[in-house]
Every structure is written in C-alpha cells, then in structure tokens.
C-alpha cells in the first residue's frame, strides 16, 4: 500500500544520516585502532602493533581484567537486589503495585553524575556516613576505606544499573500465566518448588536481558572510577580516556576500544540466542 | 482467588524489598537534605537548614549559562532524534532495502554501547571533518545517538496501529502526505510524546558521549564534573535537587498525558 516514492522518502535520510554520523565514526575507530603515531601525529600505516601492545602489556591486562571482576560484581549485585524487588513486586505487592514500580522508575531519570555526587558525598572520609557514625560513637576514627576504592565503584553502579535490571526481569515475571502458578500450587508443590521450577525458568530471559545490560555498561564506564574509585579503582575506560588525552596514543586507546565494542556485542548476540531459546512460545 | 493471595505473604521478602527501596533513594534524599544544609555537605545530623545555597546558585552566572546550554541542546537533541528516529521507525516497518538488519542494529548501538565508545568514535569524526568542537557537536552528538530511543518507542507504536485506518484515508482519496499528516501522525502522538520526554531528560543528563564533544561552553553536567574535582560545595546539590525536581515533573506530565489520552479513549 504505500509507494516507492514514500518507502524511499523514509528510508533514504536516516540511512544516510546513520551511514555519515554513526557508520563512518565507529569505522573511523576501528581503522583507527589499526595505525600508528609518530612524533606526536596519527599516521596511517596499518599495523598490528596496538592489538600486540594491548595483550603483552601486564598493566593492560590487569586492569581489563579488574574491570571485568568490577563489571561482574555490579551484575551480580544489581540481579541480587533487582530480582527479589521485581518478584516482590509482581506477586506480592497486591494494590500497591503501580505506584512501587513507579517508584522503582523514578531514580532512572536522576542524573548519573548526580547520584554519583551523592555517594561521594556519603562516602568521604568527611561524609555523611562517617558524620553519621561517630555521632552514634560507633567509630571514634572516620572509615577511610569506603570512598576511592573498587568497592565504591560497585556500589555506585550497583545503585544505577539496580532499576535497569529490575525492569526486564519484572517485565518477564508480569508476562507468567498465573494459571500456571496457581496450577503448580494446586498440585501440592511449595512456594519454594513452584519458584525455582515454574517462575524462575520463566524470567531467564529478564533475568538475561537485565544482567547484559549491567555488565555491558559497567564494563565501558570511565566516570565512576574517577569520582569515587581513586587509583586502586581504575577501570580499562579511564586507561582509553587518558590514551585520547594526555599520553596522547588514540590508535592504541580506538584498539581498547574496540575490543571493549567487541566484547559489548558478541555479548548481546549470544544473549539474544539464549533469549529466544528460553522465551515462552 | 489470584495467585497473588496464594503465594504466602513472607515477611522477610517485604523486609528485603523495603531495604532495596532505602539503598536506591538514600543518596537522592541525603542529597536533597544537603542542599538545605548551612555547614556544607557531610557531617551528621545536618543542622542550621537554609536557602543560601539555592540564592548562590540563581546569582551564579557560569551555571545558569551551563543550565541554558543545556536545554538548548537537550531541545535540538529532541527535535532532531525525533525527525529521524520516526523516519527510521517508519523505514524498518514498512520499506524493505538492503542492510536493513544492519541498519536496525546500527541505530541501536548506542544504547548498548558504554558511552565512551560512541563519544570517541564521533570525537574522531569530528576531528577527520575539520568540525571545531562546541555545543554543535554536542547537539549533533546527542540527536545522533537518542535516534536509538526514538526509533524504538516510535516503531513499537507503528506496530500496535491499525493500518486499515491508513488504507482507508488512501481509498477515500487522501493524498500520501495528508494520509501521514492526518492519520498516521496522530496515531503517534504518545509515543512522540513518550520519546521526546525520554530524549529530552536524557540529554540533560548525558556526560559520556558529551564529555569528548565539548568544546569552550559548557553544559549543566559537564559543568558540575568540572566543580566537583575543585571540591564539593551545597550550591551542586541544590542544582542537582532542582534538576530532579525537573525529571520528576515531566514524568507527572507523562501520566497526566497518557492518563487523560486513555480517557479519551474511552470516551
């Protein structure tokens, strides 16, 4: 029904746009990532050496794979939070529902960078929490432990990606035939049995949606360790984010990144087949 | 009887739930309470509650600048993701072409994509076009990258509307152009409106894509990192407070929109 005139006429610009403003870039980055500096300028003589400098180097490799450790934590934290609130909220909350899950939604429209400040200014050695603590007399020194750490980093984006995982896994949990819960009961099976054998299996998919989610995102986070990581903190990000600025070497900081690209994608592939075997037909 | 009665209420769940509620509003109400604090942010109990720091804040021009900066490119940002993201909704639903998978999964990228590599990538671009840094590039940067969001509320709406209304427009003798602007726009308005609230908070907010595209003038977040590395002041809370007032009123907006658009449904 609609005409080549118009199918034109919508799809013509935003390939074009999305070819020049997000195709040509991330080509730009990979080609990037494939050439050299000499005296201070790019020059463009393909090369491996970047990918080389990236995998022998003990200093890159340690911190990619603390990165991973620190992205892995923020997954499993905001699943451990994220899952028994969507569970709660689904079946359990009666009456109050609509109004918690808008509650849940709320802190997604408060700025990253705010609610980073936030924890900050909780955290520091003469923050909230310590002002809170020797106030009670429960500590007579201030804890100096908490902020500038990779526990700090956790914590922060804990509390950020927590809502993001919570949203799909609930989602999956809303989609469940309740029949199939009440059917399983009505057999005699417990809520712990009816849980793990009805309703967990059910919400994998949520379950994988949320967690690739957190963990893609975390994993490419550089604003995190700067405001409350310190150095034991550094994530690969901050290791791109200084190659682009003062050590000045971008086709080694485009070669991190892309594999950090790499790494994003191959992951939301392989979740995207795990989903459709798991989704409920 | 539903399931939910038959599933035993566990009073540790509740317990749990509420404790998951205090840790994901705990900074914003410590951050909130701070802003009205005499003696500055940290220390307990806070005490000596004032407006100082929000009359500080109104007299401080490089912020308010930063704040205008903002909405400046958060209202570009709308406009410009909004015309593409719907050009591109209407695309996947209804023109077949070549790479259209890769299409679909190339405007997608940068919602999946950690926002330091879409900002590289365009900060490359930027420079290979000779393009000087500013709030241009922040605006093309920011519409570039939302396209993702719009694409998606917009095609989720094409696919819930009924074409026949569309067909029959055509039929009765509409003219293609009329047929979009009278039919299928309309059709669209609350995921338009959806889309472009999202968008627009979004880019009020955005720090990683904006952080390599920025160039002399600043906007609000960029602002704020520049302050916090000189130390944490009140004056950051109060603005960050005044900020979420913003986002939670135009999610009040949103229901009262969606509400009233449901009612007249009905009606």
């Not at chain 1, 190659?243 to 979740?271: E, K, M, N, Q």
């Not at chain 2, 993702?148 to 003798?173: H, I, P, Y």
């Not at chain 2, 952080?211 to 809370?237: K, Q, Y």
Request: aromatic share 12%; hydrophobic share 55%; charged share 10%.
């Amino acid at each position: 029904m609609y005409s080549r005139t118009y199918k034109a006429i919508v799809s013509v610009p935003p390939l074009l746009w999305v070819g020049i403003f997000l195709l040509l870039p991330y080509a730009l980055m990979s080609a990037h990532s494939f050439w050299a500096v000499r005296d201070g300028f790019v020059v463009h003589q393909w090369n491996l050496h970047n990918y080389q400098t990236l995998f022998s180097n003990p200093v890159y490799v340690r911190v990619l794979l603390r990165t991973m450790r620190i992205a892995g934590a923020v997954t499993l934290c905001s699943l451990l939070l994220g899952y028994p609130l969507a569970y709660y909220l689904s079946f359990l909350a009666g009456a109050r529902k609509e109004l918690l899950y808008q509650l849940v939604i709320v802190p997604l429209w408060v700025s990253y960078l705010v609610r980073g400040y936030a924890w900050k200014t909780i955290l520091g050695s003469d923050g909230v929490l310590n002002g809170f603590l020797q106030y009670f007399h429960l500590t007579r020194e201030p804890v100096g432990f908490l902020l500038y750490s990779p526990f700090a980093v956790v914590l922060m984006l804990t509390h950020i990606y927590t809502p993001f995982v919570f949203l799909p896994i609930y989602a999956a949990l809303e989609h469940i035939p309740r029949p199939l819960v009440e059917a399983s009961q009505d057999l005699g099976a417990g809520p712990g049995k009816t849980f793990l054998h009805i309703i967990l299996p059910l919400s994998v998919p949520g379950v994988l949606a949320g967690a690739t989610f957190a963990f893609a995102l975390s994993l490419g986070d550089f604003l995190a360790p700067l405001l409350v990581g310190g150095a034991s903190g550094t994530m690969i990000a901050n290791i791109v984010q200084s190659l682009f600025g003062a050590a000045y070497d971008w086709p080694l900081g485009a070669a991190i990144s892309v594999c950090i690209l790499l790494i994003t994608v191959s992951l939301f592939f392989v979740t995207e087949a795990f989903e459709k075997r798991w989704s409920l037909k | 009887m539903t399931a939910n009665n038959s599933i035993r209420r566990t009073p540790l769940l509740t317990a749990y739930a509420t404790l998951v509620f205090a840790f994901i509003y705990l900074p914003i109400v410590v951050l909130i309470i701070y802003s009205f604090n005499r003696d500055g942010v940290g220390g307990f109990p806070p005490r000596h509650l004032t407006l100082d720091w929000y009359r500080q804040l109104f007299a401080d021009s490089a912020l308010l600048d930063a704040v205008l900066n903002s909405l400046l490119v958060a209202a570009g940002a709308v406009a410009l993701s909004l015309v593409l993201g719907l050009l591109a909704a209407l695309a996947l639903d209804r023109a077949t072409f070549p790479g259209k998978t890769l299409f679909r999964r190339l405007v997608l990228l940068p919602l999946i994509l950690p926002g330091i590599i879409t900002g590289l990538s365009l900060l490359m671009f930027a420079v290979f076009a000779g393009a000087q840094l500013s709030l241009l590039t922040v605006f093309l940067g920011h519409g570039t990258a939302l396209i993702s969001v719009a694409a998606t509320e917009l095609f989720a709406g094409l696919q819930k509307m009924d074409r026949a209304q569309e067909e029959a427009s055509l039929d009765l003798g509409a003219t293609p152009l009329q047929t979009f602007w009278h039919v299928t726009l309309p059709n669209l308005r609350l995921p338009l409106i959806a889309a472009g609230l999202l968008i627009f908070t979004l880019s009020m907010d955005e720090i990683a894509v904006t952080f390599f595209l920025i160039g002399r003038n600043n906007t609000l977040p960029l602002e704020v990192w520049g302050r916090l590395r000189r130390g944490i002041t009140p004056e950051i809370n109060a603005v960050s407070t005044l900020v979420f007032m913003l986002s939670v009123g135009l999610i009040i907006i949103w229901y009262r929109v969606r509400r009233r658009a449901v009612h007249g449904d009905v009606n």
